[in-house]
C-alpha cells in the first residue's frame, strides 16, 4: 500500500507495553510522546476523594492517601478552600479527614505525587479552577490579543461576571483562533464550570478513596490541545485506540478534528510505514546532522542542556565566515525543532560557530528569537554570555523524551 507522505499525520500505535503519539510532516517527525497503558499509575490530573495521613507543621504540608498505602504530598498553600466530607472547615486540616484533591504534579525520582485542593478542569481554549478568582492569558498571545480578549472578557456585567467570583480562568494559546467570536470560549467556560460544580456535589456522595475524575489518556489531550489545522489525518492501526479516538471526537465536536483512520494492511505495518523505530532512534541520538554538512551535538546534564554547532562536512566555496553563518542559521532552525521534538527545558545553552561579524550575529539571534516564538511551550530567548554562548529557558511541561522511551528504547 503506497500512502503518500507530503503533509502533516498524527499516527497513534502500540509499542513495547506504552501507546505511542507522533506528529508527522511526511517523514519528519514533529513530535512524540510515550505514555504506559492505562493501569493504576496513571494518576495525573485525577480527582480522588482522600484521606488525610498526617499533617506536618514545619513543612507546612500534609500527606493525604488517595488509595491505601498510595501517598501525596498536598502543600497547605493548595488546600486554603479544601471540601471535607466528614465534617465542616473550621480553618484546620488534621488527621483522618477526608477531603477532595486533584493530581498536579507525576512522582518524581523520590518525590510522591503532589496534589490540591484547587480542582481544575481544562478545554481547548481555556483552564477553569475552582478556588483561585482571576483571569490570567497565555504568555504566548499577543499583547494585541491579550487586550482584545481583556476588553471583552473583564468588563463589568460581561459575559464572565457570574464565574470570576468563583473560578479562576487561563486563557490558553487557542484562543487566539477566536479572534472576536469568543461565544466558544464562553460556553467552554460555562461547561467546565458546570463540570466542577458536579464533581463536587457528586464527591460529598461518595466513599473515601472514590474516583471522581479519571483523566483522558494523554494521546487523547493532545488531539485537544493542538491549534486548529495543527494536521490533515489521524491515522491508527489499532481498534481500540480507533474507537477511543471517535468517541473523543464525537464528544468534542467544537474541537473540529482531522478526518479519523485505521490502518489495516497484512503486508506493511502502520510503523514500519512511517519508519517509527528509525524516526525514534535518531530523536533520542546525541549527534544531529544538518543538510549543509554541519551537526549538532545535544548533551543534557542534571543542571542543564547543552547544544553545540559544528561545521562537520561543510564545504562551500562561499568566505568561512558565511560558511558560519549559513550553518548557525540552518542550525537554529534544526534546534527550535529538537526542543520541541524532545521536550527539553530548563536552561539550554547554545554553542553557535564563532561569527566575529556583528550584523552576522544580530541576525542570527532575531532568526532564533523568531523561531521560538512559534512554541507551543513558553521558551525564552535571554541573551548571549560573555563567553559568546546563547542562553535559553523553556518551560517543563512533560517528562524529556529520553525519559518517555528509556526502558524501552
Known sequence: MKTRMNDRKYIVLRRGGQIVSLLFDGSRLLSA?????????????????????????????????????????????????????????????????EIIVQVYKEASKNKPPAVTCALSLDGKYCVVTKGKPGIAYSAKLSAKTKACLAGELEKPEGPLEKYRKDYGMIIRTNAKELETELMPLIQEIAELSGRLEQIFQNGVHRTCYSVLLQKPSRYLQKLRDFQNGWCDEIITDEEDLYRNILHFAEEHPDFHLPGIRLYQDSQLSLAKLYAVETRLKEALEKKVWLRSGGYLLIEPTEALTVIDVNTGKVTSKKDVQENHFQTNMEAAEEIARQLSLRNLSGIIIIDFINMPKEEYRKMLMEHLGELLRKDTVKTTLIDITALGLVEITRMKTDKPLSEQFMRHS
Open 33 to 97: 510522546h510515550a505514555e504506559e497503558e492505562r493501569t493504576e499509575d496513571s494518576l495525573l490530573g485525577n480527582i480522588y476523594v482522600a484521606r488525610v495521613k498526617n499533617v506536618v507543621k514545619n513543612i507546612h504540608a500534609a500527606f493525604v492517601e488517595i488509595a491505601p498505602g498510595r501517598n501525596c504530598f498536598l502543600d497547605l498553600q493548595e488546600a486554603r478552600k479544601p471540601v471535607l466530607l466528614n465534617r465542616s472547615y473550621d480553618g484546620r486540616l488534621l488527621a483522618e479527614d
